[in-house]
């Protein structure tokens, strides 16, 4: 174990994990001593499961309201719709019920109802410490971890960018994780969503701010996405193996919440932002080469995840473990049917890797990873992914 770091953590004061435990949202809510909520979510999640969440809070004798007008990568033009309707109902609490774009948004709304000015006046580095009403976050994809941790992210319909909020005002205060809920995402989400997580428990363990406490997390997140990822995404029934993902994705949260992400974040965030691929999916298109780029730097740590997730033997040295991660994160892209952009029909010349780099940049994260990269070398990886 390395020594001399400081680990500083952030959690909800309330997390509740297992199947059917959604069924315990009043509960929470009355334990908080909260009365009203505003549900934020889209119109694909309401129409799923909604009525699942409000039967329960009817029953507990709660009132609710309803913002389902979420957008995928949500923008700052969708915070400010939901941020209306929270201040016309007399809310005392947000819960965000969804995948990352509902959960992220319920962050927003939250902090943006006690803070002044616009939500891109926060951005990272900025701390946002000044906390809004209670949110309660209920994830139905598994992926983002952003349940459990002090991040968000947004979309400014003016630069366009994509940029990372963080600090307290960001933390849940109850998750309620039930891995039931996503029995019901397609295959090309269910792969994306796993490798939004894999890619966050390996950069928070490589991260520059990895410490023993977020460690944990990562290392116990990995095996289980590699181990039962292509069972749930060739079976979206699989009950055992939707759980093993849903508390993974869970556990890599926990783990980049305190450890932060990496070059891969970086880079994925301009992707969204610019072509509208949605986090994950751009998150699985970068992963392999981004650490092939990075293996160096930390051969240790990267030869770690490989044998964890039984792509090396422990016998293996470094080196040759590394070079295993790498073989494996291409397989498994290819066994999900990982496309490149340019087979989504996206084009970018120079000019725009150029842009799409010095906002990766400029967002923080590059700047954790083992192997900081330039902008020249970022628009190379953009090519070499394109």
Known sequence: METGKIGRVQSPRIIRVGGGVAEETADVLHQLGLS???????????????????????????????????????????????????????????????????????????????????????????????CGVPI????????????????????????PEKYNLSGLACVATAALIDWTFTVTKPARITADTAIDSLTHAI??????????????????AMPLIAEYVRRAYKDPNDAEAREALMLAASQAGMAFSNASVALVHGMSRPIGAHFHV??????????????????????????DCARAMDMAEDADRD???????????????????VPRPSDLGHQADTAMFKKMAEQAIASGSPGNNPRIPTVEEIVDLYKAVW
């Not at 969708?78 to 609490?93: E, H, K, M, N, P």
């Not at 950069?203 to 116990?220: G, M, N």
């Not at 080196?319 to 049917?337: F, R, W």
Request: hydrophobic share 40%; aromatic share 8%; with cysteine.
């Open 36 to 130: 009203r909520p505003l549900i934020v979510t889209d119109e694909n999640v309401a129409r799923l499961h909604l009525s699942r969440l409000t039967d329960v809070l009817g029953k507990g004798g709660l009132s609710w309201g309803l913002f389902d007008q979420v957008v995928e990568d949500p923008t700052d033009v969708c915070v400010d719709a939901a941020l209306t309707v929270f201040r016309s109902g007399g809310f005392d609490c947000v819960i965000g019920f969804g995948g990352g774009s509902p959960m992220d948004t319920a962050k927003a709304v939250s902090f943006m109802a006690v803070n002044p000015g616009h939500v891109r006046d926060y951005k990272a580095p900025a701390q946002i410490d000044r």
């Open 319 to 337: 080196a040759t473990a590394c070079a295993k991660l790498v073989d494996g994160l291409l397989s498994l892209n290819q066994d999900l049917k």
């Open 278 to 303: 949605a986090h994950g999916l751009s998150n699985a298109m970068l992963l392999p080469a981004v650490t092939a780029f990075s293996v160096e730097a930390s051969q240790r740590r990267y030869a």
């Open 203 to 220: 950069e928070a363990y490589v991260s520059r701010k990895s410490f023993p406490y977020s460690d944990a997390f990562a290392l116990s």
């Open 136 to 159: 309660v976050l209920i994830p139905t994809t598994g992926g983002t971890g952003s349940e459990l941790t002090r991040w968000c992210v947004i979309t400014d319909t003016k630069s």
